[in-house]
């Protein structure tokens, strides 16, 4: 499985920015994907997480901000991130695992496969 995370960049505060991670090699009766980022020094923190059941969880910070969807059709998963402030500055992965349950999305341990990162800089 190999998961590529696009369209991060550069962007001012209050801005948008969506990135994109693909999910055809996952296994497409059930998986979940998560959105993870981290700054250097900082633990990874899980951001938003979602099943092909599109249940949905997404961390307090990014809660009313950011959007996460599944587009089965074209197998990508985004992560829509509106209104951007400077805390949002980070290295974005994208994360998936096999199943549903969403209980212990925040856990870098559930999942199995890991993009490389891409990074998003609000200032």
């Known amino acids: 499985v190999q998961l590529v995370e696009s369209g991060g960049g550069s962007v001012q505060t209050g801005q948008s920015l969506t990135l994109s991670c693909p999910t055809s090699?996952?296994?497409?009766?059930?998986?979940?994907v998560a959105w993870f980022r981290q700054v250097p020094g900082k633990e990874r923190e899980g951001v938003a997480a979602?099943?092909?059941?599109?249940?949905?969880r997404y961390s307090d910070s990014v809660k009313g901000r950011f959007t996460v969807s599944l587009d089965k059709r074209k197998n990508a998963a985004y992560l829509q991130m509106t209104n951007l402030k400077s805390e949002d500055t980070a290295m974005y992965y994208c994360?998936?695992?096999?199943?549903?349950?969403?209980?212990?999305?925040?856990?870098?341990?559930?999942?199995?496969?890991w993009g490389q990162g891409t990074q998003v800089t609000v200032s």
């Open positions: 979602i099943d092909t059941d599109d249940l949905i």
């Open positions: 090699d996952l296994p497409q009766y059930a998986f979940c």
């Open positions: 994360a998936a695992r096999e199943g549903w349950n969403l209980v212990a999305w925040k856990n870098t341990d559930e999942y199995e496969w």
